[in-house]
């Protein structure tokens, strides 16, 4: 409500602008939620849930993207990119990451996303390019970045899912992933290609959703452990170990077994993107996309962030 002062004044009165009116987006099931801080905007690109309630599996064929310059009021930009922009993909738009690298001056937005291959039994990761973090983006390699090898008995068919690109502050890129096993490997400064082996990294247990970002010097992995999922993270002193395991963040989801988190920092504060099935409605495979603001502590760990919810 405004109450008008005079001389054309008026002063908004009532309930103010809540930041986290979790979930926060009532018009779609969203999930998998992956954070780009750019030019003064939080672009957030979310897998959509288009199961019905009777669905007992994942039926996501896009993502769609979200932005804020406040973090109270989204901007809603429709889908940028589908499973099927992948022309060797049949479909499943399952969990990505975005980042932005200038090339020639001039910005690029990469884009790393989680498809079922069309003819590569299992999962595979692609990767594609825009010049706007609203895109359109496309397939950057017209194959797959990272492919399924279901003969090597340690393959099943969703240990290669959840990209997490990050890159480090000499330019080197490097790409996580995985399901059980989490590996990383280093990017060509294309973006585009691998550079060199496939590391293991030793954390266990590991579930999904590994995310690196750093704070004030300090690499911080997180990802989700056991089924229900919760949220727990490792710091280390380089984008690639040695890590050490620290406390849980999150605590599992009372009615979703995933949760998938993304961190960022914005406008001097931090953030957990994650999901829940809070939505009316919700279910297994009929999430939810939520935020919470959250405080590092003094000696740079990351507390334990209870959930709230509108
Ligand atoms: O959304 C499909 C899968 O569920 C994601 O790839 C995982 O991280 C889990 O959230």
Redesign the pocket.
């Known amino acids: 409500a405004a109450v008008g002062l005079g001389l054309g004044l008026s002063l908004l009165v009532g309930t103010p602008a809540q930041a986290n009116p979790n979930p926060l987006f009532p018009q779609l099931f969203t999930?998998?939620p992956a954070t780009l801080v750019d030019e003064g905007r939080v672009y957030l690109y979310t897998?959509v849930?288009e199961a019905s309630p009777t669905d007992t599996d994942?039926v996501?064929n896009e993502w769609h993207l979200w932005s804020t310059c406040d973090m109270v009021n989204w901007v809603d930009h429709g889908s940028p990119v589908k499973a099927l922009s992948f022309a060797w993909a049949k479909g499943r738009a399952?969990?990505a990451d975005i980042t932005r690298r200038d090339v020639n001056g001039k910005p690029k937005y990469y884009f790393y996303a989680?498809v079922d291959h069309a003819t590569v039994p299992g999962l595979s990761i692609g990767v594609a390019v825009s010049d706007s973090p609203t895109g359109p983006f496309v397939d950057a390699r017209g194959s797959a970045l990272i492919t399924n090898d279901m003969t090597k008995q340690t393959d099943i068919f969703?240990d290669d899912?959840?990209p997490a690109i990050f890159i480090d502050d000499n330019g080197q890129a490097y790409l996580y992933w995985g399901?059980t096993v989490l590996k990383y490997v280093k990017l060509k400064p294309n973006m585009i290609e691998i550079d060199g082996d496939i590391h293991v990294v030793p954390i266990e247990p590991f579930t999904?959703?590994s995310y690196l970002h750093k704070h004030k010097g300090t690499y911080y992995l997180s990802y989700?452990q056991g089924f229900p999922e919760e949220t727990i993270y490792a710091t280390g002193p380089t984008a690639t170990g040695p890590w050490t395991k620290r406390n849980v963040i999150m605590d599992v989801n009372r009615n979703v077994k995933?949760?998938?988190q993304a961190i960022a920092d914005f406008n001097g504060k931090s953030y957990i993107f994650y999901?829940t099935a809070d939505l009316p409605g919700g279910a297994e495979f009929r999430?939810s996309v939520a935020v919470e603001e959250f405080s590092y502590q003094a000696d740079g760990s990351i507390p334990f962030i209870p959930k709230t919810k509108a």
């Open positions: 999930a998998d897998g849930d994942y996501m399952w969990a989680t969703w899912i959840d399901n999904e959703a989700s995933t949760i998938h999901h999430r």
